[in-house]
């Protein structure tokens, strides 16, 4: 050092410096192989850079190659914790494109079926989220529960996850004759147990201090990232696709879309909660009265959409799923394009973790309930 | 008096959570909620629309019902089945008829989604409960389902 | 005199006749530190079985029951299969610091363990300065962890070891003014002093009020010393994968694990000794017959029984509490524990000096 300026020595050996760390695609918390890569300042997080790509298996692609009937299957392995809605949103859309008007009674089953879905999913995503910031006994809770849903399912349809028993035109089959009395003993189950789980998280002082006030998510921002679902309602904005959109049978219930003001971690965990509550309020209208009709419409044994586009979104549990199809009159769609909930909702992570702890960042991701399969499809 | 309370509150919370957890723990065996399950292998139930492994279910004088139509092959998403036929002269009428030679069904490429079954218009194949499918080679993963020797049921295809 | 007295004595008297007075001296030595080994093994094992066990039963499951009778046996062919593992490391680590680290941690446990008496009579040396060599060893841990961290070379466990420092040097504090809270009462440090004074009445009902808030104090602060849920930020599972012990496997990762579940229980049995009345029998006041009948059961019995209690306790935690974070960590020592405590130290002296206690 012979410029003359003073030569500190700490500085040249010990300076401090931002580095970076993966988490993901392996990590605990990020619930699949999602790969986030973070700067971080000590234990301060300066920049987010997510990765995707790791479990693409280009679904839109292949749904170019298959026919109508087929497509709806592979909606399952998007967002696998609301299959059914997946599914459903397929049928609707090419319903809507052939001008077929299923029964009430399709319908109504279908919304029964996407409540039980929602919860189904908060709950796992409850389980996960208290595992994630440290109680690991919550995972088992959640699980207990979901458990009977998923053998209300299993008896549905067959198949405990991926349903697929939405098909065009309808139901795959009717449903299995214990259907309303498993639904109800689920009910009676899960009540008092969404108390227990506000006596073991929600209540906690270590989960409030751990929640609250983190990872706020403004208005403008999460409109600008088009961010949906609890995620949003979260920040105060309505979005809920039941609510805005009718489809199915949601035109005939009464039900509350849940908001929360301050968009923080706390918040977007207390419309979840409420929502599960909401769901039962809603399945507790139809399962008493299904009505009788047909579960199956008549359809062409090969569906070719009109020429055009088509365009049909629900809410998942998760957020908005739009599905866009380009028709040009064949068997199998031209194009084919999911907009899926999660995408736009990790697309925000950059704006509400910066300035948090690595702690902190797990309860947000794990408050933005990703599904990594349907980020990358 | 702010940070007192908020000790007591913050104890009061603690201990409701270990409430819930505690009951739990006394009343451990009777909320147990796991199964033991290789244990429980024979007295496992399935509910009656179980997707577990395509299968074509085969009478006493091994006899199915598969006409060779296709239509599995077709509805198939993923070409897991594979039909070999051929156009068999039948001796009592005389005329040349489709039959299958060989029914294949690709375990490793099967989604479960049931479309093949509701396509088949015979009711030739079920969904069987069988559920544990893995296999310690890629070769025991592709069945052949029509069992040999086997031939058309009478009165199928009417 | 008490039966593990009369067996040490024995042991002792059979020692001299049979070698001269210094090897006899040399072999006691010997004996106690196998006795040692082999009980933090046992201890260790046993802890993990009893975790995994009462974990289960938490979150409703039933836990490791297939390898020997009711499972007992899980642990041991757990251990056995980390013993004949090959040891992974990283090629980058500084191998004698990530060689070196479980030895700290496993070491400066054992020597914790060793003034603890379990029994009159029966722990390796009783000092009389042992409650302040415990904290004093106890604290040795943290270099390991601090090592392990360092020589890893992975960030990961550097964050989770940077942790641990923090929060170890913090919690420290709390657990030495918390037993100092005692100490006013009894008036030693020696360890057999402490449990002496509890013949009457154990210390936490002795000083009624502050005996109770040390004690809350003591276990709060001993859970985040022994780096259990809420604090176990050092391993986080979710946050850091395994924290500091990321890139250790086989016998070195045994190591991490058994000390962990050792500091648990060194944790669990000084508040056995200094609150509840170590190996003391539970008296009540007058009553002879019960206090007769209480006495029968030997003293060891006690002592594990009330460590067994502390140790269910710090699992109940555990398996019903989300994590702390860093920040909020030390806020609650800085903030909270550590004025209360002093607080509570001022409030001991004073009722010591009124005489007001049992």
Same mark, same amino acid.
């Given at each position: 050092?012979?410029?003359?300026?003073?030569?500190?020595?700490?500085?040249?050996?010990?300076?401090?410096?931002?580095?970076?760390?993966?988490?993901?695609?392996?990590?605990?918390?990020?619930?699949?192989?999602?790969?986030?890569?973070?700067?971080?300042?000590?234990?301060?997080?300066?920049?987010?850079?997510?990765?995707?790509?790791?479990?693409?298996?280009?679904?839109?692609?292949?749904?170019?190659?298959?026919?109508?009937?087929?497509?709806?299957?592979?909606?399952?392995?998007?967002?696998?914790?609301?299959?059914?809605?997946?599914?459903?949103?397929?049928?609707?859309?090419?319903?809507?494109?052939?001008?077929?008007?299923?029964?009430?009674?399709?319908?109504?089953?279908?919304?029964?079926?996407?409540?039980?879905?929602?919860?189904?999913?908060?709950?796992?995503?409850? &389980? *996960?989220?208290?595992?994630?910031?440290?109680?690991?006994?919550?995972?088992? =809770?959640?699980?207990? +529960?979901? $458990?009977? %849903?998923?053998?209300?399912?299993?008896?549905?349809?067959?198949?405990?996850?991926?349903?697929?028993?939405?098909?065009?035109?309808?139901?795959?089959?009717?449903?299995?004759?214990?259907?309303?009395?498993?639904?109800?003993?689920?009910?009676?189950?899960?009540?008092?147990?969404?108390?227990?789980?506000?006596?073991?998280?929600?209540?906690?002082?270590?989960?409030?201090?751990?929640?609250?006030?983190?990872?706020?998510?403004?208005?403008?921002?999460?409109?600008?990232?088009?961010?949906?679902?609890?995620?949003?309602?979260?920040? &105060? *904005?309505?979005?809920?696709?039941?609510?805005?959109?009718?489809?199915?049978? =949601?035109?005939?219930? +009464?039900? $509350?879309? %849940?908001?929360?003001?301050?968009?923080?971690?706390?918040?977007?965990?207390?419309?979840?909660?409420?929502?599960?509550?909401?769901?039962?309020?809603?399945?507790?209208?139809?399962?008493?009265?299904?009505?009788?009709?047909?579960?199956?419409?008549?359809?062409?044994?090969?569906?070719?959409?009109?020429?055009?586009?088509?365009?049909?979104?629900?809410?998942?549990?998760?957020?908005?799923?739009?599905?866009?199809?380009?028709?040009?009159?064949?068997?199998?769609?031209?194009?084919?394009?999911?907009?899926?909930?999660?995408?736009?909702?990790?697309?925000?992570?950059?704006?509400?973790?910066?300035?948090?702890?690595?702690?902190?960042?797990?309860?947000?991701?794990?408050?933005?309930?990703?599904?990594?399969?349907?980020?990358?499809? | 008096?702010?940070?007192?309370?908020?000790?007591?509150?913050?104890?009061?919370?603690?201990?409701?959570?270990?409430?819930?957890?505690?009951?739990?723990?006394?009343?451990?065996?009777?909320?147990?909620?796991?199964?033991?399950?290789?244990?429980?292998?024979?007295?496992?139930?399935?509910?009656?629309?179980?997707?577990?492994?395509?299968?074509?279910?085969?009478?006493?004088?091994?006899?199915?019902?598969?006409?060779?139509?296709?239509?599995?092959?077709?509805?198939?998403?993923?070409?897991?089945?594979?039909?070999?036929?051929?156009?068999?002269?039948?001796?009592?009428?005389?005329?040349?008829?489709?039959?299958?030679?060989?029914?294949?069904?690709?375990?490793?490429?099967?989604?479960?989604?049931?479309?093949?079954?509701?396509?088949?218009?015979?009711?030739?194949?079920?969904?069987?409960?069988?559920?544990?499918?893995?296999?310690?080679?890629?070769?025991?993963?592709?069945?052949?389902?029509?069992?040999?020797?086997?031939?058309?049921?009478?009165?199928?295809?009417? | 005199?008490?039966?593990?007295?009369?067996?040490?004595?024995?042991?002792?008297?059979?020692?001299?006749?049979?070698?001269?007075?210094?090897?006899?001296?040399?072999?006691?030595?010997?004996?106690?530190?196998?006795?040692?080994?082999?009980?933090?093994?046992?201890?260790?094992?046993?802890?993990?079985?009893?975790?995994?066990?009462?974990?289960?039963?938490?979150?409703?499951?039933?836990?490791?029951?297939?390898?020997?009778?009711?499972?007992?046996?899980?642990?041991?062919?757990?251990?056995?299969?980390?013993?004949?593992?090959?040891?992974?490391?990283?090629?980058?680590?500084?191998?004698?610091?990530?060689?070196?680290?479980?030895?700290?941690?496993?070491?400066?446990?054992?020597?914790?363990?060793?003034?603890?008496?379990?029994?009159?009579?029966?722990?390796?040396?009783?000092?009389?300065?042992?409650?302040?060599?415990?904290?004093?060893?106890?604290?040795?841990?943290?270099?390991?962890?601090?090592?392990?961290?360092?020589?890893?070379?992975?960030?990961?466990?550097?964050?989770?070891?940077?942790?641990?420092?923090?929060?170890?040097?913090?919690?420290?504090?709390?657990?030495?003014?918390?037993?100092?809270?005692?100490?006013?009462?009894?008036?030693?440090?020696?360890?057999?002093?402490?449990?002496?004074?509890?013949?009457?009445?154990?210390?936490?009902?002795?000083?009624?009020?502050?005996?109770?808030?040390?004690?809350?104090?003591?276990?709060?602060?001993?859970?985040?010393?022994?780096?259990?849920?809420?604090?176990?930020?050092?391993?986080?599972?979710?946050?850091?994968?395994?924290?500091?012990?990321?890139?250790?496997?086989?016998?070195?990762?045994?190591?991490?694990?058994?000390?962990?579940?050792?500091?648990?229980?060194?944790?669990?049995?000084?508040?056995?000794?200094?609150?509840?009345?170590?190996?003391?029998?539970?008296?009540?006041?007058?009553?002879?017959?019960?206090?007769?009948?209480?006495?029968?059961?030997?003293?060891?019995?006690?002592?594990?029984?009330?460590?067994?209690?502390?140790?269910?306790?710090?699992?109940?935690?555990?398996?019903?509490?989300?994590?702390?974070?860093?920040?909020?960590?030390?806020?609650?020592?800085?903030?909270?524990?550590?004025?209360?405590?002093?607080?509570?130290?001022?409030?001991?002296?004073?009722?010591?000096?009124?005489?007001?206690?049992?």
């Amino acid at each position: 050092m012979r410029t003359g300026t003073l030569f500190d020595p700490i500085e040249q050996d010990l300076h401090t410096d931002e580095y970076k760390i993966n988490m993901g695609p392996q990590h605990p918390a990020t619930h699949g192989v999602l790969r986030l890569i973070l700067t971080i300042d000590g234990e301060v997080i300066k920049n987010v850079e997510p990765d995707l790509g790791y479990i693409h298996r280009s679904i839109e692609k292949i749904c170019e190659r298959d026919n109508y009937r087929q497509i709806v299957h592979l909606t399952d392995r998007m967002d696998y914790l609301s299959s059914h809605i997946n599914n459903e949103a397929v049928c609707l859309l090419i319903e809507n494109a052939l001008e077929i008007e299923v029964s009430d009674r399709v319908k109504v089953i279908r919304t029964i079926l996407d409540e039980l879905t929602r919860i189904s999913s908060h709950l796992l995503w409850w &389980g *996960v989220m208290g595992m994630d910031v440290g109680a690991l006994t919550t995972f088992m =809770y959640g699980f207990r +529960e979901r $458990e009977m %849903i998923n053998d209300i399912f299993e008896n549905t349809c067959g198949a405990r996850l991926t349903m697929n028993y939405n098909v065009p035109g309808g139901l795959m089959w009717d449903i299995y004759s214990g259907f309303v009395r498993d639904t109800k003993a689920f009910l009676k189950h899960f009540k008092p147990k969404l108390k227990e789980y506000n006596d073991l998280l929600t209540d906690n002082i270590i989960f409030r201090k751990r929640t609250e006030g983190i990872g706020v998510l403004s208005k403008e921002s999460a409109i600008a990232y088009g961010v949906t679902g609890p995620t949003m309602r979260g920040s &105060g *904005v309505s979005c809920d696709i039941r609510k805005l959109f009718p489809y199915s049978a =949601y035109d005939r219930v +009464e039900f $509350e879309e %849940i908001f929360m003001q301050g968009g923080d971690t706390f918040d977007r965990y207390l419309v979840r909660m409420k929502e599960m509550e909401q769901s039962i309020h809603i399945i507790e209208q139809l399962i008493d009265n299904i009505p009788e009709g047909e579960t199956l419409e008549k359809t062409r044994a090969v569906i070719k959409l009109p020429k055009g586009e088509f365009y049909q979104r629900v809410e998942t549990a998760r957020g908005e799923l739009g599905v866009y199809v380009i028709s040009d009159g064949k068997k199998s769609p031209y194009r084919m394009k999911f907009r899926s909930p999660g995408f736009s909702n990790l697309s925000v992570i950059n704006e509400i973790a910066v300035g948090h702890k690595i702690g902190d960042f797990v309860a947000i991701i794990s408050t933005l309930d990703l599904v990594i399969p349907d980020i990358d499809r | 008096m702010g940070y007192f309370s908020d000790i007591i509150h913050g104890f009061k919370t603690l201990l409701t959570g270990m409430k819930v957890t505690g009951k739990y723990f006394f009343n451990a065996r009777k909320e147990i909620i796991t199964q033991q399950y290789p244990d429980n292998r024979d007295t496992l139930t399935f509910p009656e629309r179980f997707r577990g492994r395509v299968d074509m279910p085969h009478n006493e004088n091994n006899e199915h019902r598969c006409t060779g139509c296709q239509a599995c092959e077709i509805a198939c998403p993923n070409g897991s089945i594979e039909i070999i036929w051929d156009r068999v002269l039948n001796p009592e009428t005389g005329k040349k008829k489709k039959a299958i030679e060989k029914h294949i069904y690709h375990l490793s490429m099967c989604t479960m989604c049931n479309l093949c079954i509701v396509a088949c218009p015979t009711d030739a194949i079920v969904m069987t409960h069988e559920f544990e499918l893995a296999a310690y080679d890629r070769s025991d993963l592709t069945f052949v389902l029509n069992k040999p020797g086997s031939k058309l049921m009478a009165g199928v295809e009417e | 005199m008490h039966g593990t007295e009369r067996f040490t004595a024995a042991v002792h008297q059979w020692l001299l006749g049979m070698f001269s007075p210094g090897a006899a001296h040399i072999a006691e030595m010997v004996l106690t530190g196998l006795a040692y080994l082999a009980f933090f093994a046992v201890a260790g094992l046993a802890l993990v079985y009893l975790e995994r066990r009462i974990a289960a039963f938490f979150q409703v499951r039933l836990g490791p029951n297939r390898v020997g009778p009711f499972g007992l046996l899980q642990t041991v062919a757990d251990a056995l299969k980390l013993v004949a593992k090959e040891p992974i490391g990283t090629k980058k680590a500084d191998h004698f610091l990530y060689s070196l680290a479980p030895y700290f941690l496993i070491i400066s446990s054992l020597m914790a363990i060793s003034v603890i008496p379990m029994g009159a009579g029966f722990s390796a040396f009783d000092i009389d300065v042992g409650v302040f060599f415990l904290i004093a060893v106890s604290s040795v841990g943290v270099l390991g962890i601090l090592i392990a961290g360092w020589g890893s070379y992975n960030k990961y466990s550097l964050i989770g070891a940077l942790r641990s420092g923090a929060q170890m040097i913090s919690y420290e504090l709390s657990v030495g003014l918390s037993l100092l809270t005692m100490i006013l009462l009894v008036g030693s440090l020696r360890f057999s002093d402490v449990v002496q004074a509890q013949s009457d009445y154990w210390l936490i009902f002795k000083g009624h009020i502050p005996a109770f808030i040390a004690f809350v104090i003591f276990i709060i602060s001993g859970t985040a010393e022994s780096n259990r849920t809420p604090f176990d930020l050092v391993e986080a599972e979710s946050e850091l994968g395994a924290g500091f012990h990321s890139e250790y496997s086989g016998i070195q990762f045994a190591f991490f694990f058994l000390s962990e579940f050792i500091n648990m229980f060194i944790i669990s049995a000084v508040a056995a000794t200094v609150f509840l009345g170590g190996w003391m029998p539970f008296h009540i006041g007058d009553l002879e017959g019960f206090n007769h009948i209480m006495d029968y059961i030997p003293g060891p019995v006690w002592f594990f029984i009330k460590t067994g209690f502390i140790i269910f306790l710090m699992m109940w935690f555990r398996w019903t509490f989300p994590r702390l974070r860093i920040d909020q960590l030390m806020k609650l020592e800085w903030k909270y524990l550590l004025p209360l405590n002093l607080l509570n130290i001022l409030l001991m002296a004073f009722f010591v000096w009124k005489g007001w206690y049992l």
